[in-house]
């Protein structure tokens, strides 16, 4: 058995509607993990992408694409993990301020290349984009600001290089 | 996607006429409040419907029809209940890989979601026991979802497909049209094998010394009995069948080992366990099979040819997998495999099967005092040997599996994955109505009868004689059975004798009804109940201990089965 580790899975759908209860259903209904879910259109306006991350050994996730292959309206599954990819997650983070404290977040929000999004009279909204290591990071050094309110987007990612997984046999 | 006609009608006209472009002859339902549009077009139309008295009988005689057949079932439910009644039948069907289309009837779309009168949401109850399923909001959508629905239930590993109507859909008009082919870009099944893993396959087969073959109900869905018979005789190789696959190859054939696993015989597990190549054909290594799956077959490597690719080292890691469609692989297996076999190398190999098969032959006790169910079946067998056999779920599902010789695919119609009680009577009455020409039994326990026995009023009103056989021991025998081997004989809720008196109610449905109390007077009520022409029931009082052997304990290898002369086997 190969060691569990984590998989990022994009897999193209019809963009019908219950397509997204179809696969999150079977997760569900199997026994697999979904760590982290996102779902948009893509290129073309019939085919959505759901990009999803799942923790598990080759055999489960191997298994996993297979049974996500079955669903009809499964067109591509690519397992990101195993190729040269970018993957990014985005997360809005609302953080209370000073007078005192603004100077020292502007400094985290502009180390990171972070943007400032909303700006109240004691709060600040930062946009920031990355991988999940660079979130966490940020998220820790603002902690001690105080979080008002934190969401992060699921991951998205994309294969490096000219090809596309539609095409790709 | 071409117009072959483009005639204004309703959705429910529509509904009817894509049946018929699909071929449809039967329909098994029930009518309801959203499907009167529909059933008004029944009325005026020449299919053949047949009223069941519960929507789970449409689904199972729905599912019976194709498994009889091999053309793909249809039933037809109401909203709400109707819908939800259909679900026992679905997931049956889903389970064993049955093609068959389930129409629903919907509230109007624009009172979805707001909890109407017999309002479900179908499609999310079915989705996980459905091959695909569809919610048709409009009257202009519902001859392709039809066409795709028949086109997804019929092809690759086939199962059932669920399409639910709206009621305006189907009062809606609009200018009908069917598609001549369905175009889904993302439902390709793979038929043909890869041929460099089949000359693979043959290599190995040609140098295995220990060799066996496991066929399961892919064998009969794919029609590729002859080429599994072709293949067993070229390489002389000893056939294990599962439940499922049970008449794929003639059970009285000299390589036939029986069933493998729990109840399998003893000589088909041994050899199981004891092989050096496992040629696994349309079979899913199920727990059933394969009891502890660490020790099993552990000294062989293993083929697997399978249609859906998720099968393929799903249970037991194959060495060899095969991706296709059973008798197209076999058809390019038998070639290659011809110019590479030796005569006579299994020779030993089946000397050592065949003695296994001699020292722990299938028996049992029988000093005449009581009947014994074995001998019942037995007798089934010996007057009508072809005769479609559709089983309840139990005891006596087990005993018909071993003692009936089934010869022939599509004979034995049984609900095997679910393990549903009360699907026999059902299904064999859509058996009947796909093959009329045929004998049909439904062997029952008193227990399984009990759960769709108002289907008599079915048989007996549409003229459908279907023969039961119910092996009354007035327990639910097989949990019976095991709450003596496992649970120190507490028996919790199983003792059912006496519940209902089977002649009478056979009776109260206008169907004949004879008792069966000695050995000597089975062979004449089952012969009376085929001359008569009419729906019968034979209850037959059978031993009331009698116990299901061989048995291997849930979790165990399957070269361990229990000693069962403790419990009154041999």
Known sequence: MTEMQSHTLSILVENHSGVLTRVAALFARRGYNIDSLAVGRTEDPDVSRITIVAYGDDAVIEQVIK????????????????????????ALIKVGTTSETRADILQIVDIFRAKIVDVGSNTMMIEITGDGEKISAIEKLLRPFGIKELVRTGKVGLSRGPKDIVKEK | MTKNSAEQMSGAKAFIESLKKEGVDTIFGYPGGVLLHIYDEIYKCDLRHILVRHEQ????????????????????????????????GIATAHMDSVPMVAFTGQVSSFLIGNDAFQEANITGITLPITKHN???????NIP??????????????????????????????????????????????????????????????????????????????????????KLAELINAPVTTTLMGLGAFPMDHPLFIGMPGMHGTKYANFSIQDSDLLIAVGARF?????????????????????????????????????????????????????????????????????????EYPLAYK????????QFVIETLCEIAPDAIVATEVGQHQMWTAQYFKFKKPRKLITSGGLGTMGYGLPAAMGAKV???????????????????SQELATLVANDIPVISVI???????????????????????????????????????????????KKSELKEAVQTAIKSGRPTVIDVRIDRGENVFPMVPAGAAINEPIDERKYGGI
């Open chain 2, 144 to 229: 392709k979802s039809i066409k795709e629905a028949f086109h997804i239930a019929s092809t690759g590993r086939t199962g059932p497909v669920l399409v639910d109507i709206t009621r305006d859909a189907t009062v809606n008009e609009f200018k009908f049209s069917y598609p001549d082919k369905v175009e889904l870009r993302s439902y390709k099944p793979t038929v043909k094998g890869n041929i460099q893993q089949i000359k693979k396959a043959a290599a190995m087969i040609a140098a295995a010394k220990k060799p066996i073959i496991y066929a399961g109900g892919g064998v009969i869905s794919a029609g590729a009995s002859s080429e599994l018979y």
């Open chain 2, 434 to 452: 796909g093959c009329p020409d045929q004998i049909v039994f439904d062997v029952a326990g008193d227990g399984s009868f009990q759960m769709n």
């Open chain 2, 286 to 358: 199920d727990d059933r099979v394969t009891g502890k799956i660490s020790s099993f077959a552990s000294g062989a490597k293993i083929i697997h040819i399978d249609i859906d690719p998720a099968e393929i080292s799903k249970n037991v890691t194959a060495d060899l997998p095969i991706v296709g469609d059973a008798k197209s692989i076999l058809n390019d297996l038998l070639p290659v495999m011809a110019e590479k076999v030796t005569s006579g190398k299994t020779s030993d190999w089946l000397k050592r099967v065949n003695q296994w098969k001699k």
């Open chain 1, 67 to 90: 049974q996500l292959y079955k669903l009809i309206e499964v067109i591509k599954v690519v397992d990101l993990s195993k190729e040269e990819h970018v993957d990014r997650e985005l």
């Open chain 2, 366 to 373: 029988d000093d005449g005092s009581t009947i014994k169910p």
């Open chain 2, 471 to 517: 092996l009354n021991n007035g327990y639910l025998g097989m949990v019976r059975q095991w709450q003596e081997l496992f649970y120190d004989c507490h028996y919790s809720h199983t003792d059912i004798v006496d519940s209902v008196d089977f002649v009478k109610l056979a009776e109260a449905y206008g169907a004949l009804g004879l008792r069966v109390e």
């Open chain 2, 57 to 88: 009988a449409a689904a199972h005689a729905a599912d019976g029809y194709a498994r009889a057949t091999g053309k793909t079932g249809v039933c037809l439910a109401t909203s709400g209940p109707g819908a939800t009644n259909l679900v026992t």
């Open chain 2, 134 to 140: 569809y919610l048709v909001q409009k009257a202009e």
